[in-house]
């Protein structure tokens, strides 16, 4: 079975400052596929990245970067600069080969300040 | 390309009546379709796989009866909330995956309210 864990629940920052979210993931496939995702209040759900576990390049991408580390199963998310727009809900997700199937974390409300 | 889209967003009905969602990829062909559920400040909760041209796979604890999928083309599915109770109140999101290596579409959801 696969799992997500994002321990942050709620993080608050003032705009301009650089925000860091965690995700850490477990499953025993060795080809699998991690996402983020970011959840406006309008509720739908924005595609950031996807990665496959053959891949530990690190991305950027404008404000928004990647560190995927395979060796600690984590795959953590940093918003640069932040601004009042990035207010959301975050999501971590993972799906494996062998499996359709999209896992999500609990999310991580990012509240940004003016 | 890969878009997806949900109907209707947001929806009332009565306590005991049915509410059908539609879910469609507009500009590509999914073989398979998922459907979710989110409580307010939760996570999304897969609720079933739906496999176009047989039956949808549902996720232990939930209701089959209650709620019924149809994925009669590779284009549509379909989620029908039958007998509401103010209890099914919830956001439900579809997505859907034209292959892997495209990753997941999700539709723009639909916020249903028992009343």
């Known amino acids: 079975a696969q799992k997500v864990t994002q321990a942050q629940t709620e993080i608050s920052v003032v705009e301009k400052e650089d925000v860091t979210l965690d995700c850490v993931y477990e499953?025993?496939?060795?080809?699998?596929?991690l996402f983020w995702y970011k959840q406006p209040p309008s509720g739908e759900l924005v595609f950031l990245i996807r990665?496959?576990?053959?891949?530990?390049q690190n991305e950027i991408s404008g404000r928004y970067s990647w560190n995927f580390q395979k060796s600690t199963s984590s795959f953590n998310f940093t918003i640069t600069a932040s601004q009042v727009v990035d207010s959301a809900v975050y999501f971590c997700?993972?799906?494996?080969?062998?499996?359709?199937?999209?896992?999500f974390g609990a999310g991580t409300t990012v509240t940004v300040r003016a | 390309g890969a878009v997806v889209s949900q109907h209707p967003s947001w929806v009332i009905c009565k306590s005991g009546t049915s509410v059908k969602i539609e879910c469609r990829s507009l500009d590509f062909q999914a073989t398979t379709m998922f459907w979710y559920r989110q409580f307010p400040k939760q996570s999304l909760m897969l609720m079933a796989t739906?496999?176009?041209?047989?039956?949808?796979?549902?996720e232990q604890g939930v209701e089959k009866d209650k709620f019924l999928i149809n994925h009669a083309s590779l284009t549509l599915s379909t989620l029908t909330v039958t007998s509401a109770h103010p209890e099914d109140s919830s956001f439900y999101i579809c997505?859907?995956?034209?292959?892997?290596?495209?990753?997941?579409?999700f539709g723009s959801g639909t916020r249903l309210t028992v009343v």
């Open positions: 499953t025993r496939d060795t080809t699998y596929y």
């Open positions: 997700a993972l799906s494996v080969l062998n499996d359709y199937k999209l896992s």
């Open positions: 997505s859907a995956s034209r292959d892997r290596g495209h990753g997941y579409t």
């Open positions: 739906s496999n176009e041209g047989s039956k949808a796979t549902y």
């Open positions: 990665r496959n576990s053959f891949d530990e």
